[in-house]
């Protein structure tokens, strides 16, 4: 059986966005595409309505064509216990309320049992500084927090 994985916003936009010239961000881009094309079949891919609300914001063909890139993608169903633990990072300060969408990702992820939450978002997901308190809400909370990270740390040996 695959791994499960959970599809953050950053990785469809960074998939359907133009080249950046932020050296940075236009690295970031060629990474999640290689990802996307090397390892992308070794995982069970899941995403939420969290996800497709992001998506369908801002431009229109731009939205679009991160709506089209998540419509193989079964949906995770967003439950009372994921918007409990949603809150529960809201409520220690953890995740800041401007961010509560960020704190849902991880909480459906963790209620759903996901493996992993692939993400470029580094400020509130993919961040070292608030992981240990994430895993340690989850746990208090009844649940195993996913291996959060970004596609240079999902690509093995290649």
């Not at 309505?49 to 949906?75: H, I, M, N, W, Y």
Request: proline content about 4%; overall charge neutral.
């Amino acid at each position: 059986m695959k791994p499960r994985l959970y599809l953050e916003t950053t990785i469809p936009s960074y998939l359907t966005s133009r080249p950046s010239k932020n050296l940075i961000v236009s690295a970031h881009q060629q990474i999640t595409r290689e990802w996307w094309l090397i390892r992308r079949d070794s995982f069970e891919i899941y995403t939420s309505q969290f996800v497709t609300d992001e998506a369908g914001e801002g431009d229109k063909k731009a939205a679009q064509k991160r709506l089209e890139l998540l419509l193989p993608f079964s949906l995770l169903n967003v439950t009372e216990s994921v918007l409990q633990l949603a809150s529960a990072f809201l409520d220690k300060g953890i995740i800041p309320e401007k961010a509560a969408r960020d704190a849902a990702h991880i909480a459906i992820a963790a209620v759903h049992g996901i493996e992993y939450l692939l993400t470029w978002n580094c400020t509130h997901i993919a961040n070292a500084m608030i992981s240990k308190k994430v895993q340690k809400i989850c746990e208090q909370n009844g649940f195993l927090c996913p291996v959060i990270c970004t596609p240079e740390e999902l690509m093995e040996n290649y």
